[in-house]
């Protein structure tokens, strides 16, 4: 059965840091891009970062480029998200993916979800 269970959301201020983990179990971790999504209230779930197999290589939506850092850690079955100098408009509940051998941004390509994890700077 496979899990994925996130950590580390809180209420922070603006321009605070925080890191999220993901601890992920019963699938072959190295063979899955592993990515992170956030749901704003009232609005879709929408894509924020993914790493690909190995760590080689990650893509970032536009609005986090340069503040959030995706990683992740096969012997741990970890991955993280490093988001520095949040904002406001970063509230949100943020799940993490797992998909399949190649990365993507779509949410509908990825086959296993957590249950989310609520983040919410305040202004």
């Known amino acids: 059965q496979v899990q994925l269970v996130e950590s580390g959301g809180g209420l922070v201020q603006a321009g605070d840091s925080l890191r999220l983990s993901c601890a992920a179990s019963?699938?072959?971790?190295?063979?899955?891009?592993m990515a992170w999504f956030r749901q704003a209230p009232g609005k879709e779930r929408a894509f924020v970062a993914v790493?690909?197999?190995?760590?080689?290589?990650?893509n970032y939506a536009d609005s986090v480029k340069g503040r959030f850092t995706i990683s992740r850690d096969d012997v741990k079955k970890m991955v993280y998200l490093q988001m520095r100098s949040l904002k406001p408009e970063d509230t949100a509940v943020y799940y993490c993916?797992?998909?399949?051998?190649?990365?993507?941004?779509?949410?509908?390509?990825?086959?296993?979800w957590g249950q989310g994890t609520q983040v919410t700077v305040s202004s």
């Open positions: 019963g699938l072959g971790f190295g063979n899955n891009a």
């Open positions: 790493i690909s197999r190995g760590g080689d290589r990650t």
């Open positions: 993916a797992a998909r399949r051998f190649t990365t993507s941004t779509y949410r509908d390509d990825y086959q296993f």
